[in-house]
Nanobody, 116 residues
Framework: QVQLVESGGGLVQPGGSLRLSCATS????????MSWYRQAPGKERELVASIGTVADNTYHVDSVKGRFTISRDNFKNTVYLQMDSLKPEDTAVYYC?????????WGQGTQVTVSS
């Protein structure tokens, strides 16, 4: 059974940091590209960052470049999103996605709220 379980979300003040984790099981993690998406209320889900099967092949959307870092641990079957210098506009539900074919796997999401 495929599982992607996000954790690490919460309430943080502007300028603070959070580290999201997405623990996976049930598929060959090292063979899948992994991504983090987010969806704010009333907005479409958007790509935040992605990482290929080779860990140094990463992409970060311009709005988070220099603040967020995606990484993966193929021994722990886990992908991470380190989020620093958080802004109120980063408030959203964050989802991880695993993709190798045309049918990706999604996690259930974790809420990140940036507010003073």
């Amino acid at each position: 059974q495929v599982q992607l379980v996000e954790s690490g979300g919460g309430l943080v003040q502007p300028g603070g940091s959070l580290r999201l984790s997405c623990a996976t099981s049930g598929f060959a993690f090292s063979m899948y590209a992994m991504s983090w998406y987010r969806q704010a209320p009333g907005k479409e889900r958007e790509l935040v960052a992605s990482i290929g099967t080779v860990a140094d092949n990463t992409y970060h959307v311009d709005s988070v470049k220099g603040r967020f870092t995606i990484s993966r641990d193929n021994f722990k079957n886990t992908v991470y999103l380190q989020m620093d210098s958080l802004k109120p506009e980063d408030t959203a539900v964050y989802y991880c996605k695993a993709q190798r074919t045309s049918l990706p796997y999604w996690g259930q999401g974790t809420q990140v709220t940036v507010s003073s």
